[in-house]
């Protein structure tokens, strides 16, 4: 099969805003973590999709902290972009920022790398077109992703066995 064609990061970066909703938050006016999770999710599988133009499942979420609550009211920001293209597989890295409307004031609150796997019209994982960085910020994150892989497939073998034996 002929080698797939790469694309930039920039060709699949995505920002996304939206409104924190009472309903989407604790008893004390924080967003909800599964919320913030949700999006990060959703972020992710934009890049995904707008990378590969196939459809994609998660397969693994890591590094997800939460550093700030964000507020009903306030504005979450996501930004999102591929970091590195695998094989079938790809890592996206999503931050969110919390956005004051009143102020404009803006903080990070969390950040997340997500693995998503591309797959065909059967559900097999497909290949994925590489990724190209650009500039020296994209290069050390494109560097740093295949650590993350090895350390993160390493701890999968380990927790998840299972998952790993062919029948
Ligand atoms: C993702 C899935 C298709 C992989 O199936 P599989 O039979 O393990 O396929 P493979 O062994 O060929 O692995 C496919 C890719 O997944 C990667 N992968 C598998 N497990 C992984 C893990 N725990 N973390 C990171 N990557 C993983 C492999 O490294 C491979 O990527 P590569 O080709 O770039 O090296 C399958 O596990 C699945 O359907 N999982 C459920 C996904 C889902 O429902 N997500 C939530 C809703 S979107």
């Known amino acids: 099969m002929a080698k797939r064609k790469g694309k930039t990061v920039a060709e699949s970066a995505v920002e996304m805003v939206e409104v924190v909703l009472p309903n989407d938050a604790n008893t004390l006016g924080n967003m909800l973590g599964g919320k913030v999770m949700h999006l990060i999710d959703i972020a992710g599988a934009i890049v995904a999709h707008r990378h590969t133009r196939s459809q994609v499942v998660t397969v693994a979420v890591d590094n997800l902290d939460f550093l700030y609550p964000i507020r009903v009211g306030d504005m979450v ?55 190209i960085p650009r500039g020296t910020e994209e290069k050390r994150r494109y560097r740093e992703a295949l650590e993350r892989r090895r ?4 701890l999968a073998v380990r927790t998840h066995r299972r998952y790993f034996e062919k029948a």
Request: charged share 30%; net charge positive; proline share 5%.
């Open 77 to 131: 920001i996501l930004r999102a972009h591929i970091t590195r293209a695998f094989r079938t597989s790809l890592e996206a890295e999503v931050k969110v920022f919390r956005e004051d409307y009143l102020t404009g004031e803006r903080r990070q609150t969390s950040s997340a790398f997500v693995t998503y796997v591309a797959l065909d019209a059967s559900g097999k994982p497909q290949e994925v077109p590489p990724a």
């Open 151 to 154: 350390k993160r497939l390493a």
